[in-house]
């Protein structure tokens, strides 16, 4: 008899946990639709486009100073936007064919004065390949900026 109520306890509250599934889980099944929100620029010597709405996750691209960037948003099928991604640290962009995520503090709205094309003759000097490019973006991504917090 105790199996039989166990097993009715167990079927009651799966059916009560499947009727309130949260909306957000459902607005996740549905399928997003992508629309411009501008066009900035990567405001750094050279960085990555993330997989991921994290410095951790797969590169997609690398990118250098001034590379105009799409910043799109994401909607539901019922017009939820979902636009703060990692702590709204992150936008969501589009690099040529490329779809990730890029640290909002990398991009800017209007062209910046960048080292590699101020110093174009020092830059092309250095011969980089591309592999080099990805390394040193990817170095970059781990340097953290900001004041220390250290007491002097």
Known sequence: MSKVILSMMLIFSFNLYS??????FAASSSPMKKTLVSVKYFNQMMGNV???????????????????????????????????????NWNLVTVGPYDGFIMSAYLSDKKNECFEEEYSKFFDGLELEITDLYYWARLYDQYTQGKSKVNQ
Do not use: L, W
């Open 50 to 88: 993330h997989q991921n709405a994290s410095r951790f996750s797969q590169v997609m691209t690398t990118i250098s100073c001034n590379h105009p960037v799409k910043v799109m948003k994401e909607t539901s099928a019922d017009g939820k936007e979902f636009v703060f991604y990692g702590d709204n």
């Open 19 to 24: 009727q309130t599934t949260p909306p957000a």
